[in-house]
């Protein structure tokens, strides 16, 4: 039940923009978006619960389809410090507590 | 801002050998977690615990592990008997709701302890 991310890493220069996709085959109660810099915690970005739902602040911005299969992150505009690595993480509605299943990750690296 | 912390930041062990990783959840949470990622790949989850019991665990957690809340502050995992294929960074989490149907809240991590089986 492993959410599907890709692309698995994506290279570009500061200012461009990137999208990162988070896939289930199931529907899913939320997806979280978690960003993880080399050697350093994984830090949270946002959480998406609603079907058609679209979040975000700044440049940073995610949304989740009307299925609740699908969730896509939004980087307009790179900066130098959004390089680092994005991680999915989803919940299937089981009942019970929490158990965020997180994809393989997006390495982005961003450059001058 | 609070923050988790993890104690220690390095761990070096003999296979065989028991370790206990620390960390000191941010100090209003109720829901405590155990993750770990394996060099270069994904985060994975082992353990949830709230109000002394674990909630859920995966395939990871087997009998070499356990969780502990000793006091009022720290919370711990063992591994009994460590394997070389315990070699990842840990990473502890904690969040301040339930994490049932009703809310949703975000983890807080820490920094990890990186922990080395020889």
């Known amino acids: 039940q492993q959410p599907v991310q890709s692309p698995q890493a994506v290279i570009l220069r500061e200012g461009e923009d990137a999208v990162i996709n988070c896939s289930s085959s199931k529907a899913l109660y939320s997806v979280h978006w978690y960003r993880q810099k080399h050697g350093e915690a994984p830090v949270f970005l946002m959480i998406l619960l609603k079907g058609g739902e679209q979040k975000g602040h700044e440049k940073i911005s995610a949304s989740f389809n009307e299925k609740k299969q699908q969730s896509s992150l939004y980087l307009t505009a790179s900066q130098l410090s959004y390089s680092g690595t994005y991680f999915c993480g989803t919940e299937i509605a089981t009942g019970s507590a929490r158990q965020l299943t997180f994809g393989s990750g997006t390495q982005l690296t961003v450059l001058p | ?118």
């Open chain 2, 1 to 118: 801002e609070p923050e988790v912390t993890q104690t220690p930041s390095h761990q070096v062990t003999q296979m065989g050998q028991e370790v206990i990783l620390r960390c000191v959840p941010i100090s209003n949470h109720l829901y405590f977690y155990w993750y770990r990622q394996i060099l270069g790949q994904k985060v994975e989850f082992l353990v949830s615990f709230y109000n002394n019991e674990i909630s859920e665990k995966s395939e990871i957690f087997d009998d070499q592990f356990s969780v502990e809340r000793p006091d009022g502050s720290n919370f711990t995992l063992k591994i009994r008997s460590t394997k070389l294929e315990d070699s990842a960074m840990y990473f502890c989490a904690s969040s301040e709701v339930g994490q049932t149907l009703v809310t949703n809240e975000k983890l807080f991590f820490g920094s990890g302890t990186q922990l080395s089986v020889l």
